[in-house]
């Protein structure tokens, strides 16, 4: 459970229950390395930094955008976003779309 790992305090949320993960595109190896290691699908994350590069502090609303252009969002979906920078900070939200 994602509470247990503490990506999601407070709620009873399971990977299986997101839709999406939509990181910050920093690095797409630091991305895959994180899935790995919580056992998490590739296919579950949303990536575009081929696309774009690293877009700091936009590249979240970037890939939410482009992905409900692109008609991969649905009404009601459960999206975490993750976000993340210098040194050990970090941050997330659950979205429900």
Known sequence: MLAEEGAATGAAVTVDDLAWIVP???NARIVQAAGKRLGIPEEKFFLNIEE???TSAASIPI???EMNR???LHKGD???TVGFGAG???GGNLIIW
């Open 70 to 72: 692109g008609g991969k």
């Open 24 to 26: 910050h595109q920093a």
């Open 52 to 54: 774009y590069a690293n």
């Open 88 to 90: 050990l900070t970090y």
């Open 78 to 80: 459960l999206i975490l």
């Open 63 to 65: 890939a939410l955008d």
